[in-house]
């Protein structure tokens, strides 16, 4: 076993309200979710000495938000800082988290998230692009990217529009069991077909949401985890990937990053795809997650298109993935609440959406044009 | 207006590029030292990180290596536009770039398919290379 496996916990997730917030702003949001995250483990505030941030999309002071996190809050930590990877921040921080905690910097960690992308405005409609931007060819938005991947998924394998809106689907029948989720008006297959044309191959329901809410998972070490509330959830494996280049790599439309990610988590772990009996896969867009399938090793390169069919990554099937609805149908939090639902997951906490007697859950997440990528593998103590 | 669309900003590093394509050549950064033509435009080789470089004329010919089609508008410049196609062209002589393959219709553009490249002229300054289907 690795130096890191099993010795730090997940002991308190919290979210606020989710979906179009008027008022809210990312610090309103993110003190909820820091109050609630406080109160599902039992830890009082003045007991958090390392303070991990994520910018909102449209927080005016980017990279100081720890300073004015921090201020909001009133912690003066031991260690602190934030960053920006997109939806690769949340497992980015946590893992930077569980190392500062085993390192002896910090004895309680909260990683915090809050956005009001919804009313506040967002740079998700922006152009990628280095000396020239790609806006120059009408190449704008997230959208863009995740739909290149899809193209080509299609082109060379075969995958199928209806492949992808199985996704789509698995995500909202999920979503309808959450009281919490935006969007809980299950859908069909014919619904996925029939909406509107996004960038093509997507339609608007291969894409995710854009919401307001805030997120806050607090990280202690394993020992300490065992005399607070709830029963401690540990990180088992964990693992991190890049591909900084886009256009110069030739892969860089299949996220090779991805599989580097996972394959780091497993090893640390020790486990493999076929220990995983939940998964909380990134889905900005349905492609994502028929790209984490075939790098988890859930299938092979290429069937990720057959194998959500029949619902088989929907509750009841063999690997139930994105059982809160994900950032598809829940909540787009950037994938901070894939990491809470695979928390509650692994404490039997789900209620009618609880995978029975699920001991292993991945949880992944990916982001900015594509380049960022990391896998936690979470268990029960 | 077509001027309202986002345009490259001309210095130092691309002007040699917009330059080429306004007299119709698609130019890209060949590495002084190992040789490697690289795209996107750099000050630097992403392979053997040497500052050296020239400017080289390529065929103009690739290959779609995916291409996908804007119905949402997302600038209001392109309200106009949609839908329209934005494609990645594999070039001949290794690296990808993001362009737009014009004169089929947006959604028949397809990946594997032969593109050579046109230039668009959209200002006195300024040729938009952007490609369409070749048969070789």
Known sequence: MAFLTDRIAIVGVGASEQGRLPGSTSLTLATTAFKRALDDCGLDKSEIDGLLTMPGSASPEGSLNYLRMGETLGIDPAYTGSMTMGGGTAGALIQMGAMAIACGLATNVACVFGDAAKTGGSRFSRASGGTDSWGIWGMFAAAANSAVAASRHMALYGTTSRQLGEVAVACRRHASMNPSAVMREPITIEDHQASRMIVEPFHLLDCCLISDGGVCVILTAAERAKDLKQRPVLIAGMGQGYTTQNLGREDWWYVPHQKDALDRAFAMAGLGPKDVDVAQLYDNFTMSVLLWLEHAGFCGLGEAGPFVEGGRIQLGGELPVNTAGGNLSESYMEGWLHVVEGVRQMRGACGERQVEGAEVCLVTGRGMTLNCANAMLLHPA | ?136
């Open chain 2, 1 to 136: 207006m077509a001027s309202e669309k986002p345009l490259p900003e001309l210095g130092e590093l691309n002007t040699p590029f917009w330059h080429a394509a306004r007299a119709g050549t698609l130019a890209m950064q060949e590495c002084g030292d190992c040789h490697h033509i690289r795209y996107p435009i750099s000050h630097v080789c992403p392979k053997c990180l040497s500052e050296t470089y020239g400017w080289t004329a390529l065929s103009g010919r690739g290959t779609v290596f995916s291409s996908i089609v804007f119905h949402q508008v997302y600038h209001p410049a392109y309200k106009g536009e949609v839908p329209y196609n934005v494609s990645i062209v594999q070039l001949d002589e290794g690296p990808r770039m993001v362009s737009n393959v014009v004169g089929v219709p947006p959604s028949e553009v397809a990946v594997g398919q032969r593109v050579a490249v046109v230039f668009d002229p959209v200002n006195d300054e300024i040729a938009i290379p952007r490609f369409r289907p070749a048969d070789d």
